[in-house]
């Protein structure tokens, strides 16, 4: 008998599992807040209309290419509508709201993108998801349909699932909200740690590449062969570099590899800076339907901006290495995937090429607030803000707010109390300074200081469940958007988790918990 023979089956059943208890409180949050599905739709209208509006300049551009019949008048092209005058009629049937919200919570689950081979393999075999979809008439499209989709839900949408989430802790009694932590932490972002010389060797491939493929866009594609016999030195020569690390003669080693590199970088830049120039004034006499025409002029605007961060890299690595100049951290460039990663070093952790998140924490454990604020930004300037933001989203001043000492300054102290934060504390030397001994003593205090490591509790199963010290997305507001997407997601996890607590109590004191019974 043949093993993986289809097997009838009169009624399949969800698999009663982390998922599906995720599930079902994800369905619970989106139905019990139309409005959440609304935007959503506005979201995916927006979108649509993006891409109708390209459609539409295509056609037009076709048809003026077209000769009118003969002895027939031409008539004058009517003006193109813009995306936003746009408006959508009845075609093929589009992806439900629903389902989109329902793949960019579970995205968060995961961790990771549709393209990942677990996310597929979820997708595509998940029991319970075919459940929860086929009975309500649904089905879950294609990876990259899916991840299109989900990328086309605007961060504002996603802060709205947020304040859904915190609505629903209120209605149901689960959080006050009257205690509130925060804490930055760490997030690599999706690029390779940088040195000057590895940057370069990228930065020559890439235009190497993109220049070689430029025939495709009919724009006038580009090899520079010595530029490429300099590109196998300049791989010889990082390597060199990247092993004299360490070694006793490592110093003056490094100094006379950086020296060949850069006679080659530079050599290798002025034939790349003549190439693009060329392609940059052969793009305007370019003939193609405009959707290729987009495609080619983000094509050379990377050109551009790949030959100006070489110049760039060039320059500082001679300023560093040569000169021995101490170049400001905002004039490095850091990598060349991603112009919004910053270089994150926060106490005595390992540094890395990414983004410093902060995370406010309420009493019951649910995340609050999140900020994203570009590079190593210090933490006391994102205290009053993350506050605003959470009174804002709830409703509630917290009575208590609890940090370590990064967040320590005169302006921070002053601005909570103005707030009507009736417990300010602040860990550590200098919040010890800033708080009056009667409150540094008092039980409120002492309890606020007990209670700040919660929020290192949330970092840490915030990274661990949910790969929040990791993001796939580059730039800051694809970034923004992929850590709310994980913070969505540990809510509903803490959500089942008080879900279930309930349901204990209620069984062993033999009395119903409304919570029990919403859920």
């Avoid at 009845?90 to 677990?118: C, H, I, M, N």
């Avoid at 090429?353 to 999140?370: D, E, N, T």
């Avoid at 001043?397 to 009736?422: F, T």
């Avoid at 790969?467 to 796939?472: E, N, R, S």
């Amino acid at each position: 008998m043949y093993p993986f023979a289809p097997i009838p089956l009169l009624f399949l059943s969800p698999i009663p599992s982390e998922l599906q208890a995720f599930l079902q409180e994800a369905y619970a949050l989106l139905t019990g807040a139309p409005e959440l599905l609304a935007q959503a739709e506005a979201d995916l209208d927006a979108h649509g209309c993006r891409k109708k509006a390209l459609r539409l300049a295509d056609a037009a551009w076709h048809a003026q290419r077209t000769a009118p019949l003969p002895g027939l008048p031409s008539a004058p092209e009517p003006p193109l509508p813009t995306a936003t005058a746009l408006k959508l009629f009845q075609g093929r049937p589009r992806t439900p709201a629903l389902v989109v919200l329902l793949a960019l919570l579970l995205r968060g689950f995961l961790g990771e993108g549709f393209k990942s081979s677990d996310a597929t393999m979820l997708t595509q075999e998940s029991i319970t998801l075919q459940v929860l979809l086929g009975n309500l008439g649904l089905k879950m499209p294609g990876r990259s349909t899916l991840t299109e989709l989900v990328n086309a839900i605007s961060n504002q949408t996603r802060e709205r699932l947020l304040d859904a989430q915190i609505a629903r802790a209120l209605s149901l009694g689960l959080d006050d909200f009257s205690a509130l932590q925060q804490d930055s932490t760490h997030v690599e972002g999706n690029s390779a740690w940088p040195t000057e010389s590895r940057l370069i060797v990228a930065l020559v491939s890439r235009l190497l590449r993109a220049g070689a493929s430029l025939g495709r866009l009919q724009l006038p594609a580009f090899e520079e062969p010595t530029v490429e016999c300099h590109l196998v030195q300049l791989h010889k020569f990082d390597r060199e570099i990247d092993l004299s690390k360490g070694t006793q003669k490592g110093g003056p080693l490094r100094e006379k590899r950086y020296r060949s590199l850069l006679r080659y970088a530079r050599c290798s830049l002025r034939r790349l800076h003549l190439a693009v120039l060329g392609v940059e004034a052969a793009l305007p006499r370019l003939a193609v339907a405009p959707s290729r025409k987009a495609l080619a002029e983000r094509a050379v605007t990377q050109l551009r901006a790949d030959v100006d961060a070489l110049a760039q890299v060039i320059t500082t690595c001679e300023a560093r290495i040569l000169h021995e100049q101490q170049v400001p951290m905002a004039e490095k460039k850091l990598s060349i995937c991603d112009p919004d990663v910053g270089y994150i070093a926060k106490g005595q952790r390992v540094p890395v090429i990414g983004y410093k998140p902060q995370v406010a924490r309420s009493g019951a454990g649910f995340v609050v607030g999140l900020l994203l604020p570009k590079g190593n930004a210090a933490d006391a300037t994102q205290l009053l803000p993350m506050v605003d933001q959470v009174i804002h989203r709830t409703g509630v001043v917290p009575r208590e707010v609890s940090l370590d000492d990064g967040y320590a300054s005169a302006a921070n102290w002053a601005g909570l109390k103005a707030r009507g934060c009736r417990v300010s504390s602040i860990n550590g030397s200098k919040g010890r300074a800033l708080t009056p001994q009667a409150d540094w003593d008092s039980d409120d205090y002492i309890l606020a200081r007990d209670r700040r490591s919660a929020i290192e509790s949330l970092l840490f199963t915030l990274k661990q469940g949910f790969h929040f010290g990791t993001v796939a997305r580059r730039g800051l507001t694809a970034v923004y958007g992929e850590l709310l997407e994980k913070a969505l997601a540990y809510n509903l996890c803490h959500f089942v988790r008080l879900r279930q607590r309930a349901q204990a109590r209620a069984r062993r004191d033999g009395e119903p918990h409304r919570f029990a019974a919403a859920a």
